[in-house]
């Protein structure tokens, strides 16, 4: 009879408690909502609303002011997919990504390695190899452009001392490629070596200690500890260098301005030469939708295969 009467008592506590916590839950939400609010803002107006107005205007054709004149569904589509200009841009665009993303990261871990090991000066190489990350895109541009300007670059001078036959590489469709695929890869080394940097900072030197004592080369130290233990900071890496080389276009506008012979008319470039040059907002918008599609679906494949090989600790 005693319990009967506790439980009694009891349970008009639990239901006001109850009542309570949802009026907590609401209001911190809303609270939420107000702290969120600038930030929801800014993402609607300057990424949700051009995103739609990109769709939109891929499915209309546009006349000689750039304004949408009528309806033409997917013929923008089917009309990017024949140009062969858009077809080479794509190709190039992949061979570009591919290079530039395993580059990048294969450089930035020998260096970060490099400097984990105890050598002298090691913190002014930290300092060194991490300072691109305070160059612009545009500087960085420009400096490329000066080491092989034809006339008075450093590089270019220095084909000349060494008598090569081809010394202006900007004219090479070769040569162009590689100018961008080296300034590409110095641009993105800052931000991959400080985040590999303390990744490798945080493998326990116990596991390189027993490695040695069994007797394993650096190679085998390497693959077998160092790689899956920063593993996770690999497969971030990866997502960001490959999303961010497909988005190429400062390093294009000033250094080669897609030539020679649109070898390096990338994609991003080509979709601003069709907006801005051509005034013709339709096809550059279809553009801007199958490069995000592209990315998505390069996305999805690494979160979807590669992850797999992640080691979580």
């Known amino acids: 009879m005693q319990s009967r009467k506790t ?5 008009p506590n639990i239901k006001l408690t109850a009542v309570k916590s949802k009026l907590n839950l609401r209001q911190n939400s809303k609270s939420a909502l107000w702290f969120l609010a600038p930030s929801l803002i800014i993402l609607l107006i300057f990424t949700f609303y051009p995103m739609v107005v990109t769709v939109i205007n ?6 000689v002011r750039g304004e949408n004149a009528r309806f033409v569904g997917l013929a923008n589509y089917i009309q990017i997919f024949k140009d062969p200009v858009f077809i080479k841009s794509l190709g190039h665009t992949f061979a570009y990504v591919f290079i530039t993303s395993i580059l990048t990261i294969m450089v930035a871990l020998l260096l970060a390695r490099l400097v984990t090991q105890r050598i002298k000066g090691q913190a002014f190489f930290r300092t060194a190899f991490a300072s691109t990350m305070g160059i612009s895109a545009a500087v960085a541009s420009i400096l490329f452009l000066f080491l092989f300007n034809p006339s008075v670059g450093l590089v270019v001078t220095f084909l000349k001392t060494i008598g090569a036959k081809q010394t202006n590489l900007l004219v090479s469709p070769t040569g162009a490629m590689f100018i961008l695929i080296l300034s590409s890869v110095w641009m993105g080394l800052g931000f991959a070596f400080l ?20 007797g394993w080369s650096n190679w085998m130290q390497t693959w ?10 690999l497969f971030f890496l990866f997502v960001v260098e490959i999303i961010g080389k497909f988005k190429t276009f400062t390093a294009v506008d000033l250094i080669t301005g897609g030539g020679p012979d649109n070898n390096t008319n990338f994609v991003a470039y080509k979709i601003y030469q069709d907006a801005f040059a051509s005034h013709n907002f339709g096809i550059a918008s279809s553009e801007a939708i199958v490069l995000t599609i592209v990315i998505a679906i390069a996305t999805w494949i690494q979160f979807r295969y590669t992850e797999r090989s992640v080691f979580y600790k």
């Open 195 to 214: 985040n590999l940097l303390g990744a490798l900072q945080s493998v326990p030197e116990s596991y390189y200690e027993v490695a040695e004592i069994a």
């Open 7 to 11: 439980a009694t008592l009891h349970t």
């Open 58 to 63: 891929s499915l209309f054709a546009t006349n």
């Open 224 to 233: 077998k500890i160092t790689v899956p233990m920063i593993s996770p900071t």
